[in-house]
């Protein structure tokens, strides 16, 4: 399949399926949709970054090799989307001891940023708690950055806020 006439030709739930099926388990057509969130000028990074999500829900481990990747890289994408989709497969990945550092820093400075979307931002609470289940420290400084967006955001975050905090004690 070609991946960018085939993104060209709609962004739909059908299409994403479409691919998502072509795809399959096989991480050379994978790295493909990689390429092209890498290195082609929009609309494709983003019709392709909602693969991601698509993808990670029938085959996980193919994301594992990039997840690295996405902490490195997360915060230099100016589309929300794409930043929603990479935040997604982080909150839903179990994220390796020596990236937990990098990755929380990340988090944090997403939760914490004045200019972050609603859904990066509850993703990345998300999987600061995550990681915190590991490192009991962190759960003081996540309620400390919660309590800090509390004034600051939308009924979305409260709710997902809520449940954290819920799972904290």
């Known amino acids: 399949m070609n991946y960018i006439s085939q993104l060209l030709k709609e962004h739909s739930r059908s299409n994403t399926d479409l691919i998502t099926k072509a795809i399959g388990n096989n991480p ?21 970054s909602w693969l991601l999500a698509a993808v990670n829900e029938k085959h996980p481990e193919l994301l594992e090799p ?23 497969v982080l909150a839903s990945h179990s994220i390796h ?26 993703h990345a609470l998300q999987t600061i708690a995550n990681i915190s ?29 809520k449940n954290i905090l819920k799972g904290l004690k």
């Open 28 to 48: 050379p057509e994978f790295k493909k949709i990689i390429d092209i969130i890498y290195k082609e000028k929009a609309p494709l990074p983003q019709r392709a």
């Open 97 to 122: 001891k020596k990236l937990q550092g990098k990755l929380i820093n990340v988090c944090f400075d997403l939760i914490l940023s004045p200019t972050e979307t609603v859904a990066v931002k509850t």
């Open 133 to 161: 289940k590991q490192h009991t420290e962190l759960k003081n400084e996540l309620k400390a950055a919660i309590e800090d967006q509390l004034p600051k955001t939308t009924a979305a975050f409260h709710a997902r806020a």
């Open 66 to 88: 990039y997840v690295s990747l996405f902490i490195d890289t997360i915060q230099k994408f100016k589309i929300d989307g794409i930043k929603r989709n990479m935040a997604t």
